[in-house]
């Protein structure tokens, strides 16, 4: 069953514009992570966030971690042409876990 | 860097074929991990290492085996390839037994046919 959902499926802007992904998810957690997929390619890492941690940044990106409401957001601010990708939430599955839960992804696609 | 190759980036198979993948991760990685992605069901763990000859089923193991006799090298098995089996496989790694940042390589496209 899938532990983390994204929202909205997929998201459409313009360059410079910034881009707001969301994740939700069903039980409680360790760790949260973001990834980026190019078209066709492996998966790469962006950022984990702790349950204990509320907000982290790292570069142009902005994660938040509500664990009381289930829910992250990924930022992306001022984006780029090369941010078109598709983008990953995943969940362990608590303490002691290394599996990881993978949400169905948010395409994004940022129009020059 | 961390590099994990996958042994084909596209590979097209018959109906029936036994079927191994190949991937191979260069940090001495103990977790290694294998994935398929579809259209709208994301990915989905098949089968994952801890160790070298250890082995635990993921969520959907069926019709799947795997090999980890390296500890660099995990192979998956199709014993009897089906149509439905046509996906992209991903391998992933990571170190230790926490649920860190996973190291996925480039995927294999398989086509069943």
């Known amino acids: 069953s899938q532990q983390g959902e994204e929202d909205p499926q997929a998201l459409s802007i313009q360059e410079g514009e910034n881009a707001t992904m969301n994740c939700s998810y069903k039980t409680s957690i360790n760790n949260l992570q973001w990834y980026r997929q190019n078209s066709g390619r492996g998966l790469v890492h962006l950022i984990l966030i702790r349950s204990n941690e509320r907000e982290k940044h790292s570069g142009r990106l902005r994660v938040t971690l509500d664990t009381s409401k289930k829910s992250s957001s990924l930022l992306i601010t001022a984006s780029r042409a090369a941010d078109t990708a598709s983008y990953f939430c995943a969940t362990d599955k608590g303490a002691g876990s290394y599996q990881l839960t993978f949400g169905k992804g948010t395409k994004l696609s940022v129009i020059p | ?113």
Request: glycine share 8%.
């Open chain 2, 1 to 113: 860097d961390v590099k994990v190759t996958q042994s084909s980036r596209y590979l097209v198979k018959r109906t029936g074929e036994k079927v191994f993948l190949e991937c191979v991760q260069d940090m001495d990685h103990e977790n290694m991990f294998w994935y398929r992605q579809d259209p709208g069901l994301g990915l989905r763990l098949i089968y994952f290492s801890y160790d070298v000859k250890m082995k635990e089923k993921g969520d959907i193991p069926e019709g799947y085996s795997v090999s980890r006799e390296k500890k660099e090298r995990f192979s998956l098995i199709l014993e009897s390839a089906s149509t439905n089996q046509t996906s992209m496989y991903l391998c992933a790694s990571t170190p230790g037994r926490l649920s860190g940042e996973q190291y996925f390589g480039p995927g294999t496209r398989l086509t069943v046919t």
